[in-house]
């Protein structure tokens, strides 16, 4: 069943600590996105990445980190150095022009 | 990219068909009109896209006016299942290339038993 998965699908933080979140793909398709979304806003762009090895910051890279060591994963950490990480974390694909996003994980910062 | 305008929300009886418009009055000859949804708490489903011809796939079609400054979306027989926020945007088709989605506020269509 190919398709973007996202984990864990709720996740709770204490402030001060790091967490990563899980992106896979097993679509084939080259460049993966992080976005975020806040409630009654639309998607703010974290990081991208085009190739295997190589990612880009997005408009709101901050207390943000990725990394994209194989083609079909590319892991969110949430650091601490980020003051407002309570959102919704999209994970999407691009092929063809087009965006296809995962289901999403929902963190809170208790 | 060229900004979009949709009605905030819409009620559709259940069975029936639902048309959501967009207005891209701004629109340049290159970028192409998408769709996406998203249910509530889930992550944004990809519809449709097209750039001047109408298409249709197995879950919309996309009507497209000759002068390419509006369209809608049909969905042909709305189920409950089909009440999600509807967002239509406009872009730049960059084969290749770094792309970033942006949603406006779109369309909130409640589908009605």
């Known amino acids: 069943d190919g398709g973007i998965t996202q984990s864990p699908k709720y996740l709770f933080r204490k402030e001060g600590q790091n967490v990563t979140l899980s992106c896979e793909q097993n679509?084939?398709?080259?460049?993966m996105y992080w976005y975020r979304q806040d409630p009654g806003q639309g998607l703010r762009l974290i990081y991208y990445?085009?190739?295997?090895?190589?990612?880009q910051k997005g408009d709101i890279a901050e207390g943000y980190s990725v990394s994209r060591e194989k083609k079909e994963s590319f892991p969110l950490t949430v650091t601490s150095a980020q003051k407002n990480p309570t959102a919704f974390y999209l994970c999407?694909?691009?092929?063809?022009?087009?965006?296809?996003f995962g289901p999403g994980t929902r963190l809170t910062v208790l | 990219d060229a900004k979009t305008t949709q009605p905030t929300s819409m009620d559709c009886a259940e069975g029936r068909a639902a048309n959501l418009p967009c207005n891209h009055s701004?629109?340049?000859?290159?970028?192409?009109v998408y769709w996406y949804r998203q249910i509530h708490s889930q992550g944004p489903q990809y519809i449709i896209h097209?750039?001047?011809n109408n298409e249709t796939n197995e879950m919309a079609s996309l009507i497209i006016t000759e002068d390419r400054k509006s369209s809608t979306l049909i969905l042909p027989h709305a189920t409950l299942r089909d009440t999600a926020v509807y967002y239509c945007?406009?872009?730049?088709?960059?084969?290749?290339?770094?792309?970033?989605?942006?949603f406006g506020t779109g369309t909130k269509l409640q589908v009605i038993p």
């Open positions: 999407a694909t691009l092929y063809a022009d087009t965006q296809y």
């Open positions: 679509l084939n398709h080259d460049a």
């Open positions: 990445s085009q190739i295997v090895n190589d990612f």
């Open positions: 701004t629109i340049s000859g290159n970028e192409y």
């Open positions: 097209g750039l001047k």
């Open positions: 945007i406009v872009r730049v088709a960059r084969s290749g290339g770094y792309q970033k989605v942006t």
